[in-house]
């Protein structure tokens, strides 16, 4: 693997400061889990896509600029470099967008991929429900054809929708043969959240914002052209979606690096014991290691390679390296640590508080190390 950028890559890089140190807002947005934040997010999504800087490594003809995957993560480490806002669209142009690529037909990418990449509109997903949770294969959601066998009807409840309280659209699996096994007789739809019997009510976080929701499905009619892949196959279609989560996508490098280096920033400032320096080198040298790791898998991706159940060993890693980078500056921040506030030091706990999330969105650490277990290391079932 070949670490070092190239002059084209560098001459993007620097493309991209200058257009982030030109358009980043100088005061922070409002939280994107509050009516008026989602708002405020939403405009620098479109923003963004106005000068081709929402999706970079999509096809120019999606909004994209058509640029591949290494330059996707240069533009991420500058955006995390200049404090950029948190992506609000990063269901869809994260997770649905990539499988939308692979799985959609013509018109499917034609009719959601632009709008998606704009802001225009915001999809949450539709995975878990309330007797499943992780096991996705354990959903009771069903879809059945209508009565014509044109289009769909759907009916379930789906809960822990990110972004579900204010977004567009959504996208999840229903189970379309209730005879199949676990795995099978599932299908990928996507659904307008303003479709007459879908009721959506907002689920509080533990600071009080919106992030989630319940989505309740009552005789919703879906139409064929938004089943995305092929009819009782949506498991596949669906583990491409969660690689993009767990994998690649939904966490880039910089998030951690530059989380570690402003980290370091605050041990250096706080004149902490030499005790805590152990913390903080473990920190810098997990988000350095996982960095590694990403540029390595997105090379692999780049030679046609896929992400397969290795992806559960990334899921792991970066949620718990997130936890502990945020564990150790709350340590070296002390009582001040409780002050949440606009600013150091509010912004690590708030930090801290939804990194305790990662442990169990994306699939449970539990599961994801069944996962690692059975199909990385071949370990029988217990």
Same mark, same amino acid.
């Given at each position: ?17 200058a ?26 999504e ?19 600029r058509?640029v591949?995957i ?16 948190k ?24 009719r ?6 704009s ?12 007797d ?32 579900g ?6 996208f ?7 005879? %199949? =096994?676990?795995? &099978?007789?599932? *299908? /990928? ?5 303003? +479709?007459? !019997?879908?009721? @959506?009510? $907002? ?42 989560e ?17 980290l ?12 805590a ?9 997990? %988000? =350095?290691?996982? &960095?590694?790791? *990403? /540029? ?5 991706? +780049?030679? !046609?390679?896929? @992400?397969? $159940? ?35 030091p ?12 990662g442990p ?18 071949g370990?029988?079932?217990?």
């Amino acid at each position: 693997m070949d670490l070092t950028f190239d002059a084209e890559h560098e001459e993007f890089r620097a493309e991209a400061r200058a257009w982030l140190r030109a358009h980043v807002p100088h005061e922070p947005l409002p939280s994107l889990d509050t009516a008026a934040g989602f708002e405020a997010h939403r405009a620098w999504e479109t923003a963004l896509f106005s000068d081709r800087w929402s999706v970079v490594s999509w096809p120019i003809e999606f909004g994209g600029r058509g640029v591949g995957i290494m330059a996707w993560l240069v533009f991420e480490e500058e955006y995390y470099r200049a404090r950029a806002p948190k992506r609000v669209s990063q269901n869809g142009i994260f997770l649905l967008g990539p499988t939308l690529l692979e799985y959609g037909t013509p018109a499917q990418k034609e009719r959601f991929l632009p709008p998606m990449a704009s802001g225009e509109e915001i999809w949450c997903q539709g995975w878990s429900e309330p007797d499943a949770g992780s096991d996705l294969a354990a959903i009771r959601s069903r879809a059945t054809r209508n009565a014509g066998g044109d289009g769909w009807l759907l009916n379930g409840q789906k809960t822990w929708a990110s972004r579900g309280a204010f977004a567009d659209w959504c996208f999840g699996i229903f189970r379309t043969d209730p005879q %199949a =096994e676990r795995h &099978r007789g599932l *299908t /990928y739809f996507l659904v307008a959240m303003d +479709a007459p !019997g879908v009721t @959506v009510r $907002p689920i509080p976080q533990i600071d009080g914002e919106t992030g989630f929701a319940e989505i309740f499905f009552e005789n919703v009619e879906v139409p064929d052209a938004q089943v995305l892949g092929d009819e009782d196959a949506g498991w596949s279609v669906a583990m491409s979606t969660a690689g993009s989560e767990r994998g690649l996508s939904l966490r880039s490098p910089a998030r951690y690096t530059k989380a570690a280096a402003r980290l370091i920033d605050l041990f250096d400032q706080r004149g902490a014991p030499p005790m805590a320096a152990d913390a903080v080198a473990r920190a810098y040298m997990d %988000a =350095e290691a996982y &960095r590694l790791h *990403t /540029y390595w898998t997105a090379s692999q991706v +780049a030679r !046609g390679h896929a @992400v397969g $159940p290795e992806a559960s060993c990334n899921k792991i890693f970066w949620s718990e390296t997130d936890v502990q980078i945020h564990e150790t500056a709350l340590a070296l921040l002390g009582p001040e640590a409780e002050l949440l506030e606009s600013g150091s030091p509010g912004e690590w706990l708030d930090g801290y508080l939804f990194s305790l999330a990662g442990p169990i969105y994306a699939g449970t650490n539990q599961i994801q190390r069944n996962v690692v277990a059975e199909r990385l290391l071949g370990l029988p079932r217990g």
